[in-house]
């Protein structure tokens, strides 16, 4: 089970790559043969990419089947590990470092702005629901495992894996500013207990949701529209879940996004 930074660095290398990431959600799906995954995602390089996941313990592969571990699984729905929430207890918990920013990509929801994954180490597991008190905007979910917090209009979300993701960022360097005020803080309230900030209402709007749905207006979801989608989901009225396109692997960080923002109603 990765834990220490050189496995996390593993999980890492094997997520960075496009080929990787659609065979982890093709096997989230179920066990598949090397050959239903070569004719999912291609079979240039298979191998490889198999081998790669395997040693990052996303993935086992038993007489030619591949299957997702455990870990694997926690892994793609951001849950903490099995155990994590237990003796979840902020004294015991040990100082955190930014091991790695992946990567900085263009946000979905508006070009000029990038997206980034980072890591942190070690991971925070259940302890992140005792954290949410430091955050004004803060909100932990038990739903996906993780703290999200609001800063201006970036998004940060903390996984109990260690993964950390943030939207709407400027530049690289406002993602490394805001990575080591996260760890400030974390390790800080580490240090001397948690000090609640004052809490904050998060308004999110429909059209903040809608712009990361996937804006085809198919009607699947037995809406007229993705905004009248977006307005019902405000308002409880339907589940992300009825949107089927979303459950396509190529729209899987935009449902990522959806769940932190939903998480918020
Ligand atoms: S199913 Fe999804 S993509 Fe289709 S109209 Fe509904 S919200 Fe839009």
Do not use: W
Request: glycine share 8%.
């Amino acid at each position: 089970m990765p834990g220490n930074p050189q496995e996390i660095k593993l999980v890492n290398n094997a997520m960075a790559n496009a080929t990787r990431r659609k065979i982890m959600n093709f096997l989230a799906e179920g066990a598949r043969t090397a050959e239903e995954v070569g004719g999912a995602v291609g079979k240039a390089m298979l191998d490889y990419h198999l081998k790669l996941l395997q040693q990052a313990s996303l993935i086992e592969v038993k007489g030619g089947t591949a299957s997702l571990t455990e870990y694997g699984r926690n892994f793609l729905e951001g849950k903490p590990e099995k155990g994590e929430e237990k003796g979840a207890d902020l004294h015991q918990a040990k100082p955190v470092e930014i091991v790695e920013v992946k990567q900085l990509l263009p946000c979905i929801a508006d070009s000029t702005k990038f997206r980034t994954i980072a890591n942190m180490a070690p991971p925070l597991g259940g302890v992140l629901k005792t954290l949410e008190p430091l955050f004004p905007r803060g909100r932990y979910s038990e739903r996906i495992g993780a703290l999200i917090t609001q800063k201006g209009e970036v998004i940060t979300t903390i996984y109990g894996t260690g993964k950390v993701t943030m939207t709407m960022i400027k530049n690289e360097a406002e993602a490394k500013e805001m990575l080591e005020s996260l760890k400030g803080t974390i390790n800080e309230a580490i240090a001397k207990g948690v000090a609640p900030a004052p809490g904050e209402k998060v308004r999110v709007e429909p059209m903040e949701i809608y712009k990361y749905l996937p804006k085809t207006d198919c009607k699947d979801c037995g809406e007229q529209s993705c905004y009248t989608f977006a307005i019902k989901l405000m308002a409880g009225e339907v589940s992300l879940d009825k949107c089927t396109p979303l459950k396509d692997s190529k729209y899987a960080v935009n449902q990522e996004h959806l769940q932190v923002l939903t998480a918020y109603i």
